[in-house]
């Protein structure tokens, strides 16, 4: 698949490339990134290389993972975004935000807008985010995005050798009033 640009009220969402390095280094390099996400750490130059010069257009090209960088209209660097394909609909997504815009809104407007994508252009009906069980940040995100929080997962992340529980969530296409490309039939509701 050919990377796609979104753009929203206040950002462009766009696929990274070899003259975004210097700004994903610089962002990676925020402990709180590198400690709640599974980049590596340390964060060396090479994978900041690495990943707008293979890992991201690769993800692209066989539609495994759709990864945006979002920016503001100045050109900075806001967060990176992707979601990764795990099974016939179903993807998941991921992100981080500088530590800089923290705090204005920006990744829950990008995840959105990925969402919107997912759903009506690449035949995506279950969006799920996963968090390590303490990124309150990375929760509150998903929950002002509509995501539904469905419980907690043991063992379920892999993060720099270390298996951690995470949170799950959902997001379904029905969330943001639009049509699912499969049917959906949830299970009966159970009386107490």
């Known amino acids: 698949m050919d990377p796609v640009t979104l753009t929203t009220e206040r950002l462009l969402l766009r696929t990274v490339d070899p003259q975004d390095a210097d700004a994903v280094f610089a962002a990676a390099q925020d402990p709180d990134i590198q ?7 340390p964060y060396l130059r090479e994978h900041a290389e690495g990943f707008v010069g293979q890992i991201a257009p690769d993800g692209w090209a066989d539609a495994s993972m759709f990864t945006f960088g979002v920016f503001l209209p100045s050109g900075d660097l806001v967060s990176m975004l992707g979601l990764t394909m795990r099974s016939l609909g179903v993807a998941e997504v991921g992100f981080w935000t500088a530590k800089e815009h923290r705090g204005n ?11 919107r994508w997912a759903f009506t ?3 995506i009906d279950r969006l799920e985010w996963r968090a390590e069980v ?15 929080v469905e419980g907690t997962l043991r063992s379920a992340i892999n993060n720099k050798g270390i298996r951690r529980d995470c949170w799950v969530g959902s997001l379904l296409p029905s969330d943001l009033g639009l049509p699912s490309s499969a049917p959906y039939l949830p299970a009966p509701s159970r009386r107490a």
Do not use: D, K
């Not at 809104?105 to 995840?111: D, K, R, V």
């Not at 303490?134 to 539904?148: D, H, K, L, P, Y």
């Open 35 to 41: 400690r709640w996400t599974t980049i590596p750490s």
């Open 105 to 115: 809104g920006y990744i829950t407007e990008a995840t959105l807008a990925a969402a």
């Open 121 to 123: 252009q690449v035949s």
């Open 134 to 148: 303490g990124n309150a940040g990375s929760r509150a995100v998903a929950e002002r995005a509509g995501f539904t």
